[in-house]
């Protein structure tokens, strides 16, 4: 048994989804929201489970880098599943928020270094090798949910950069990382709502192709909205005076659009697992919703402070308990799924008796 564990942990290990990272992020964002809410046991408990998930993943993404490179180079070269690299960034920055919260500022700001510098070297590299790097044409037939990641990825660094600016010395420097990193995000976010659409209008939709990882889309506006409403509270700066009026005005569109995002959202999962019957079962791709949902109630209620929009706020704090649900859901799936791959598994050529 020894032996097949050890075959199970290699297997998984040289085959880790690169967007795997999602569970950080939503882990660390429905903590967010549920201490919010007033659940300050349960939100340090999940903080802590994403401080393990994290060391866990990026202990087994160095090792799929020392030993299985032509897995993890397949994977930068894929449009279908290189930019769930930039899962590594949101997840380092969300979770450096959350720790911001505890009063521990050196950490957090450390995280905010090593997610800034990933997100300018990912951000160059994965669309090199992803998209333009390709002989193959044309490559937005790979585009899917997942390239709405890099759009969350730039927003995290702002959310972070703005979470940290009011205890810091170096506000001025914080605040030009947060509007900078969030400008950004805001023009990729049209970026890669224009090829998805170009995708899903040029190319065939199969119930196979809607993926949990389109939930991002609404996603990316919920961070854009987060990132937004913190940067309208900072304090004065030339580059926050500067933008304070756009960036609270863009905000609230962000939220509109991702609130009516979320109907087609449903009915497309209606559609594919209800209707076509594709079945629904444990997969890395699953926090991809988990991470929307969690976020999309955590903009509400910062937007609605922010707006002073007593409305929004309501919306956003009633629906983190959805988050908390989808969260708990995912959790208990995954638990079951590594029990059964790694603790448990089945010996290879194994049938049912």
């Known amino acids: 048994m020894g032996g097949v564990r050890r075959g199970a942990l290699r297997q998984a290990v040289a085959t880790l989804n690169p967007g795997y990272f999602a569970l950080v992020m939503g882990t660390c964002i429905v903590s967010i929201g ?32 020392a030993a299985f490179r032509a897995e993890l180079r397949s994977d930068f070269t894929d449009p279908r599943r290189g930019f769930g690299f930039f899962t590594f960034v ?17 950490i957090a700001l450390g995280l905010l270094v090593v997610g800034g510098l990933s997100w300018l070297v990912l951000g160059y590299v994965v669309p090199w090798t992803a998209v333009l ?86 996603g990316a506006t919920a961070i854009t909205v987060v990132a937004g409403a913190r940067i309208v509270e900072m304090a004065d700066a030339p580059m926050v005076n500067a933008t304070r009026g756009l960036i609270a005005g863009t905000s609230v569109v962000f939220w509109a659009f991702g609130s009516w995002l979320i109907i087609p959202l449903v ?13 629904l079962r444990y997969e890395a791709t699953l926090w991809s919703i988990v ?49 059964r791959t790694l603790v448990w598994p089945r010996p290879a050529g194994a049938g049912e008796s």
């Open 34 to 65: 549920v201490n919010t809410n007033g659940l300050a046991t349960l939100s340090e408990a999940m903080m802590w489970l994403a401080v393990a998930a994290y060391a866990v993943l990026v202990a087994a993404t160095l090792w799929r880098a």
């Open 90 to 106: 949101a997840g380092t920055d969300i979770l450096g928020t959350r720790i911001a919260g505890t009063g521990e500022h050196g």
């Open 133 to 218: 790097g390709r002989e193959d044409r044309p490559v937005v037939a790979g585009a899917n949910g997942t390239w709405f990641i890099w759009v969350v990825a730039s927003q995290s660094v702002a959310v972070l950069a703005a979470a940290l600016e009011p205890a810091s010395t170096a506000r001025s420097a914080l605040a030009l990382v947060a509007v900078c990193s969030w400008s950004v995000g805001a023009i990729l976010y049209a970026a890669a709502g224009v090829f998805v659409a170009a995708r899903m209008l040029l190319y065939p939709v199969r119930p196979t192709d809607l993926t949990p990882p389109y939930w991002v889309a609404m």
């Open 267 to 279: 009915a497309a999962g209606w559609w594919r697992h209800v209707k076509h019957r594709v079945p």
């Open 291 to 339: 991470f929307p949902l969690g976020m999309y109630g955590v903009a509400g209620q910062y937007l609605g402070q922010a707006d002073s929009l007593p409305i929004v706020e309501a919306i956003g704090t009633h629906e983190t308990w959805v988050a908390l649900a989808a969260w708990t859901l995912a959790f208990a799936a995954m638990l079951v799924h590594l029990a």
